[in-house]
């Protein structure tokens, strides 16, 4: 018998080739963060995994680098992104946020930061888009990049 997962969290969008792999997540918290992070592991052991990981200034903003240092030790590419809500990031926390993690590239625009992991990820990756909380968020994500994810999958 299979558990399915609750609506939000670790939701696969679809498969794209053999082992291509879309989630979205509404993990909030860094102890979120990283139970989602370890199951991924454990389930897919083999597969890179690259984070899109909403970033926001607001009430969830003291999670933010913590959740990015807890990301950093555990997946191989962080791409933060605004919080699609139209807030900024200060300058004093990109700064954090990149220092916590050298390696990660920031996309303001949330659905740009989508269309560059899905462009930029490996047949075999996982891209994991945090922070869809709810299933407006979700068709948004659905909606907005259908027709380009076809598009990667059948040029390669």
Known sequence: EQISPLAGYMEFL?????????????AQ????LQNLLLSIKW??????????????EDH???NTLKMAKVAAKMVNRIIFTGDGNGGTLTERTRRDLMFCCPKAI?????????????????????IVIQGVRSPTDKSCIVNNTDAMLKAVVTSQ
């Open 14 to 26: 679809e498969c794209y080739g053999e082992d291509r792999k879309i989630m979205t997540d509404c």
């Open 29 to 32: 918290t860094p102890s979120e």
């Open 43 to 56: 389930h897919f052991p083999y597969n890179d995994v690259t984070l899109v990981l909403r970033c926001s």
């Open 60 to 62: 969830e903003g003291k």
């Open 106 to 126: 920031e996309i303001e625009d949330r659905k740009k930061a989508m269309e560059y992991a899905i462009n930029n990820c490996k047949p075999s990756e996982i």
